[in-house]
């Protein structure tokens, strides 16, 4: 397929699904298609002249792309590669543009729609019972299996004040219910923490959320408060945490890795082999664990994997995401875009995550239908492990 392609590059990329990770990632507009001997092109002449009713050509452009893009994603086992046909680019582009509100959710996309990951407090979600690991099957009277996240997740935005209706399946035994909810502006909290004891130690316990513009910069701050106030160990939980900007994952793990010691390299076909090392001076070494889930993702998993690596930190829980993969969002002339997967980050000693994910040294999982966080335990009772080992 020839084409001429115009670039304009961004600083964000899905990750996952549930929120943007930036590797550098491209806004590209296609033109031309296929040449008018190849058999796609027969095919549909054929089917727009024979066929026994009329079909309007965009379905059958749309249902072409659909079935490249599927063919990608089954031969290479390719989760994130999408094609959003223009009403459904309309929707995503509007949804992120700054002028739409949510209901307080970080969601993964799973085939049968969207697993909520965690649930902002004082949120609209909250009010209406919405827990992690529930699973949002429909949007306004619309099934959103087997859409593509960032699709639905749009579905779900909307101008604050007005109304969607949500069909959620809970985590909790699995009962269905149909619920309706009022849109409003929802700040996501980056870092929050306390103090917390993990056997006879005090320690920082910090949930942090996303990989936002400055997030580096609350995790620090939070840090440097807790330790001021006599903590001697930190348990950073990354459960719920689908990743932000690359730049501040490099700049997270600076606040723990030496001055130049690898943090992540991305390799792609486009953009050619990349490294990222820490920078600046580390924040005093402190005990550690990190606490990772499945929905731990992209530059949460960078994170954790460079802390592991570099022999920081204990990762205690389940299985992460294992994104991998980064995207580009390449935008068709004719209309819609592709949002295709274009490389792959590698750990620090070179590791790829995608579709492994990082398997924890000690694993612990919370059990959702009881009220104790057992992930939570567990990790508090490995930091005291470690804790009385490096703190005497």
Do not use: W
Request: with cysteine; aromatic share 6%.
């Amino acid at each position: 397929m020839s084409a001429d392609r115009r670039r304009g590059f961004t600083t964000g990329f899905a990750a996952g699904a549930a929120v943007a990770v930036g590797i550098g990632a491209a806004i590209v507009a296609i033109t031309g298609g296929f040449g008018s001997s190849s058999a796609a092109s027969q095919a549909s002449d054929v089917i727009h002249d024979d066929y026994f009713k009329a079909v309007n050509g965009s379905v059958l452009d749309n249902g072409s792309i659909d079935g490249m893009i599927r063919a990608l994603r089954k031969r290479y086992h390719d989760r994130f590669s999408h094609y959003f046909n223009p009403q459904q680019l309309q929707q995503f582009e509007r949804s992120t543009s700054g002028h739409f509100s949510g209901v307080g959710l970080t969601v993964t996309g799973v085939k049968r729609g969207l697993r909520v990951a965690s649930v902002i407090p004082r949120t609209p979600a909250q009010r209406a019972g919405i827990k992690p690991g529930d699973l949002i099957v429909a949007v306004d009277g619309h099934s959103i299996a087997g859409e593509p996240a960032e699709v639905s997740t749009a579905r779900i935005k909307g101008s604050p004040g007005t109304p969607v209706e949500l069909r959620v399946i809970s985590a909790r035994g699995g009962k269905t219910r149909d619920l309706r909810l009022e849109r409003a502006s929802v700040q996501l909290p980056v870092a929050r923490g306390e103090i917390r004891h993990a056997g006879t130690t005090k320690v920082a316990y910090v949930r942090f959320a996303t990989f936002s513009e400055g997030a580096h910069g609350e995790l620090s701050a939070t840090l440097k408060r807790l330790y001021r106030r006599g903590a001697k160990g930190l348990l950073l939980d990354l459960r719920g945490n689908g990743g932000g900007l690359l730049n501040e994952a490099v700049f997270c793990a600076s606040l723990f890795l030496k001055k130049g010691e690898r943090v992540v390299s991305t390799d792609s076909r486009t953009m050619g082999h990349r490294e990222y090392d820490a920078v600046g001076n580390p924040l005093p070494a402190q005990p550690t664990v990190v606490l990772i889930n499945h929905d731990t993702a992209s530059a949460a998993e960078i994170l954790a994997s460079a802390l592991a690596e570099h022999h920081l930190a204990t990762v205690v829980g389940t299985r992460s995401f294992g994104k991998g993969t980064f995207q580009e969002v390449i935008h068709l002339a004719a209309g819609g875009a592709l949002d295709l997967t274009v490389g792959e980050y590698l750990t620090a000693n070179g590791t790829s995550l995608a579709g492994t994910g990082i398997r924890p040294e000690v694993k612990a999982a919370d059990n959702p239908k009881t009220p104790p966080d057992e992930g939570l335990r567990k990790a508090l009772a490995v930091l005291a492990e470690r804790a009385a080992v490096e703190n005497r």
